[in-house]
């Protein structure tokens, strides 16, 4: 095995790890705060616009994304955010599979804990779950000052 597949197979067992183990918490209901499971705030914050196919978030309201590894899902427009390194990141909440609601992030990585799909939070490229999934739809997101808009494509 080359130096190669082997940091590919510790990769994929931390990822999995990650992704199990948080579902695995969750399901049991320990009702401990994982934050590496952290699925943000509120789906109907303050500081939260949507108008037509433009989110604007203000962040000294809606403080989600304020810090590293933070989501904020938006229900009523299908989207969820993350900051992933200071950067923000915008996807469709629908999840390819069966179109229910990618939740979760977990270390650089978005899951949808219905059937546990992977998706890479900065790319929204499937990562792993069940066959046949496809990347997250990626929208506009740019951060000013403490305002974020999300443009939907
Ligand atoms: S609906 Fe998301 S993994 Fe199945």
């Known amino acids: ?18 992704v199990h183990g948080c ?26 616009t949507v108008s037509g196919n433009t989110i604007t978030i203000d962040l000294t309201k809606a403080t989600a994304l304020a810090s590293e590894g933070r989501v904020q899902t938006i229900s009523s427009a299908k989207v969820i955010a993350v900051n992933v390194g200071g950067t923000i990141y915008a996807y ?11 939740s979760q992030y977990t270390s650089g990585y ?5 059937h546990n799909s992977v998706f890479d939070a900065t790319t929204g490229a499937f ?27």
């Open 1 to 18: 095995m080359s130096d190669a597949t082997r940091t590919s197979d510790a990769d994929l067992s931390r990822r999995r790890f990650l």
């Open 23 to 48: 579902t695995a918490a969750a399901l049991i209901g320990l009702g401990v705060s994982l934050s590496a499971c952290d699925s943000g705030g509120s789906d109907t914050p303050d500081g939260i």
């Open 92 to 102: 469709t909440n629908e999840c390819p599979h069966e179109q229910q609601t990618v």
């Open 110 to 114: 978005l899951v949808c804990p219905t």
């Open 127 to 153: 990562v792993e779950g069940p066959s046949g999934v496809g990347p997250l739809t990626k929208y506009s997101a740019t951060k000013s000052g403490n305002t974020v808009t999300i443009t939907k494509a």
